[in-house]
């Protein structure tokens, strides 16, 4: 039960590490920074890198436990926190909770960011739409006036 514990731990440091990097990339993104976004999206990756890692020892560790309270092989979080005397089993339902409750907030993290994304491939695409239409003024009496189209330069190197 102590190398779970152990690994649970750092599992949380890590969840911790990845809902930060997400929020950083969340504000880079939000601030139209774009100089920043691909280190910020880095760091998402690299994080999330390290969590698939974490998650393998604890599958180990999940495992060695199982077998130390007579459980099967590949058991839940639960089933081990049912399983456990005092007081391993407050630990693991601490453990379980804090983690329930980091995913949660990554999940969210993770869409608000989806959802910005989202939102720049629209105005990017928009703005490609936009190219070469009639550009649309007003005149000095306040009146709407189309006026020739605009010309435009798109680096098509992006």
């Known amino acids: ?90 630990i693991l339902a601490e453990h379980r909770e804090t983690i329930t409750a980091l995913s949660e907030e990554i999940v969210r993290a993770a869409a608000t960011t989806r959802s910005l994304i989202a939102a720049g491939l629209r105005a990017a695409h928009e703005t490609l739409l936009d190219l070469g239409t009639p550009a649309t003024t007003y005149s000095a009496a306040g009146a709407v006036t189309v006026g020739a189209t605009r010309t435009a330069g798109l680096d098509r190197s992006l």
């Open 1 to 90: 039960m102590e190398k779970l514990t152990w690994v649970l731990w750092r599992e949380r440091e890590l969840l911790e590490g990845l809902l930060h990097r997400l929020e950083m990339e969340e504000l880079v993104m939000s601030s139209g920074r774009a100089r920043w976004l691909p280190a910020a999206s880095r760091d998402v990756e690299e994080a999330a890198r390290q969590i698939r890692e974490i998650e393998l020892l604890r599958a180990v560790a999940a495992d060695e436990a199982a077998a130390a309270v007579g459980l099967d092989p590949n058991p839940s979080l639960s089933a081990l926190v049912a399983a456990a005397d005092e007081p391993w089993s407050t």
